[in-house]
């Protein structure tokens, strides 16, 4: 089982850079960031250190603390990356005319 959060914890990662290059391409096709915190990063220039630091304060907690908790927010975030990576299949083929 020890193996299943690792593996779950270098998801969350991979979704998470792939959720900043999607954001990045999307951003560029004129849609707006819709999360607050992320939009405030991307206009200030600090978009990719605030994704990197989430990413890294995760794997800090699992990593020295690999409580159910701890397991628990490994697995909610991996939903979430999971959802908001589908979401950004969809705008991006949405944009290039494949989704109407």
Not at 13 to 37: K, M, Q, R, S, Y
Request: proline share 2%; charged share 10%; aromatic share 10%.
């Amino acid at each position: 089982m020890k193996n299943f959060w690792t593996i779950a914890l270098l998801s969350v990662v991979g979704l998470n850079l792939t959720d900043a290059l999607f954001t990045f391409h999307i951003i560029g096709n004129g849609v707006e960031e819709l999360n607050p915190l992320m939009r405030y990063s991307l206009d200030n220039g600090i978009f990719l250190q605030v994704k990197v630091l989430a990413s890294l304060i995760l794997c800090f907690f699992y990593a020295r603390i690999r409580s159910l908790p701890t397991k628990l927010a490994v697995a909610i975030v991996l939903v979430l990356y999971i959802a908001i990576n589908i979401n950004h299949v969809i705008v991006l083929a949405t944009l290039q005319g494949g989704v109407k």
